[in-house]
């Protein structure tokens, strides 16, 4: 009987727990990629992009495409390789969706987050993309400016961004970067 008594305490314990987990009321999770109202400064003037920054955790990332193309780059999408190629007269660079560097002129350089696709567009987090142009940028009240940097005039600035290249050994983004020279982007 004592036996008995025992498995149907269990049993009864465990039906209990079962349910009371189950009727626990889910706890919100904030969205991950969440419009922002911070500004570019740049030249003095807001940017006037057509979609707006968003902000990922701490990071504010701006729409690639659309903030290279307004600073007069030459932008392509490489829907395949799932890669931004940008141009400039002086500067090549390539971002690969959900990889965490960057390719500047044949160098990968680390970024603070990955370059993720968010409403069907590549978001790179601000400070990565100004620096990648050789732009620096800094924060006061709800703007970032962002202004045209030299090596010789600010090496710290860019300190997170170029003092090291990573080791590429990751075979996946070794074909990438084949795929990006095969087709010179």
Known sequence: MKKLMCIMLAAFLIFTLQFSAAAAPAKKTPAAYTPSSINIVYDGKPLQLKNKLMRYKEFILVPAQEFYEYLGANVTWDKDAEMLAVNTDTDSVLFFKDQQSVIINAIQYPMVTPAVMVNGMLMIEV????????????????????????????????????????????DIEKERIKHAYKYGI
């Open 127 to 170: 400070t990565s993309a100004a620096s990648s142009l050789n732009y620096g940028v800094y924060a006061e009240g709800n703007d970032i400016y962002m202004e045209p940097i030299s090596i010789e005039e600010d090496t710290k600035s860019k300190g997170d961004i170029y003092d090291w290249n990573i080791p590429i050994d990751d």
